[in-house]
């Protein structure tokens, strides 16, 4: 009888073992088949930016060569000296850093201040105002251009910077307001109101616990703004006139023309306009991603 149960528990032991091989392979296969997979998509990401950079560095003929070759037969590093030289790009990159600055600047703040009233105060009709204010962002800003321009125009600030700056102090839009006050309604209650036993004021809460713990998603709100104004190519087409108070994405239109477009000296120009936005990103990766992963649908 004892020998009996002895081959049975060696034969669970064989069964045991055989399933436990069984899944660590599969594990195994499923971990370089999920990297696989990865690389693939990361590759396919990255080939629209990488033919952008060799192409930039090509001459105009053999940029539409075919079949197209990924590195130029030879490297024309002339290509970025005649691109930002043939226009004032350094009065485009003044202008877009102003307006990119001011813009996060007038973001972090307005709409955290908002947000902060939306998820911490309570006041009547609170909640009707901020389904008011979400829903403006199902109103198409199309429909926007031609009231906002003529009130611009009624102001006098069309063919300055003001129309791309000063209406973002009003509020900082509706998106960064929903984020910002996920973000706060996660914040534990119990620290303002300790913060309100010890005196503090409302704004005093808001500006020395609420905004230090909120730094990742502010750094979110301001990358997104960052990234939305130094891209918009709209806004200044509608409202800038005067070639000194052209922005870079402007400036990048100005290679095309009616009947030739030169398309070495756009994308090295291109090529150059978008490499500081990678430099930011990866800079500000650590507190992107934190930001949108800590600021949850609480609420």
């Given at each position: 009888m004892s020998a009996q149960n002895?081959?049975?528990?060696?034969?669970?032991?064989?069964?045991?073992?055989?399933?436990?091989?069984?899944?660590a392979r599969a594990a195994w296969v499923w971990r370089w088949m999920t990297i696989a997979l990865l690389v693939i998509v990361a590759a396919a990401m990255l080939a629209p930016f990488l033919w952008l950079i060799?192409?930039?560095?090509?001459?105009?003929?053999?940029?539409?060569?075919?079949?197209?070759?990924?590195?130029?037969?030879?490297?024309?590093w002339d290509n970025y000296t005649?691109?930002?030289?043939?226009?004032?790009?350094?009065?485009y990159l003044?202008?877009?850093?102003?307006?990119?600055?001011?813009?996060?600047?007038?973001?972090?703040?307005?709409s955290s201040f908002c947000a902060y009233g939306f998820a911490r105060i309570n006041f009547r009709g609170r909640d009707f105002w901020f389904g008011i204010v979400m829903a403006t962002l199902f109103l198409p800003y199309a429909i926007l251009i031609v009231p906002l321009f003529l009130m611009f125009t009624q102001l006098g600030w069309v063919d300055t910077l003001l129309p791309l700056t000063v209406p973002i102090?009003?509020?900082?839009?509706?998106?960064?307001?929903?984020?910002?006050?996920?973000?706060?309604?996660?914040?534990?209650?119990?620290?303002?109101?300790?913060?309100?036993?010890?005196?503090?004021?409302?704004?005093?809460?808001?500006?020395?616990?609420?905004?230090?713990?909120?730094?990742?998603?502010?750094?979110?709100?301001?990358?997104?703004?960052?990234?939305?104004a130094w891209n918009d190519l709209l806004n200044p087409l509608i409202y800038l006139r005067s070639p000194e108070n052209f922005t870079l994405a402007v400036g990048l239109s100005s290679f095309r023309s009616t009947l030739d477009v030169s398309w070495d000296l756009l994308l090295a120009a291109s090529t150059a306009t978008?490499?500081?936005?990678?430099?930011?990103?990866?800079?500000?990766?650590?507190?992107?991603?934190r930001g949108i992963v800590m600021t949850g649908l609480k609420g």
């Open positions: 002895q081959l049975v528990a060696d034969s669970q032991m064989t069964v045991y073992s055989s399933q436990k091989r069984t899944s060799t192409s930039s560095l090509k001459s105009q003929m053999e940029i539409f060569q075919f079949p197209p070759k990924w590195l130029p037969s030879e490297f024309h005649r691109a930002l030289t043939a226009k004032p790009f350094g009065t003044k202008n877009t850093l102003t307006i990119c600055v001011l813009n996060v600047i007038a973001v972090v703040f307005t102090f009003f509020g900082g839009g509706a998106f960064n307001i929903f984020l910002l006050r996920q973000f706060f309604r996660s914040i534990p209650e119990d620290l303002a109101d300790a913060a309100r036993i010890d005196g503090c004021s409302e704004f005093g809460i808001y500006w020395r616990i609420m905004m230090p713990l909120a730094k990742p998603a502010l750094t979110t709100v301001a990358i997104f703004t960052f990234l939305a978008v490499l500081p936005v990678v430099v930011l990103f990866f800079l500000a990766q650590r507190y992107f991603i």
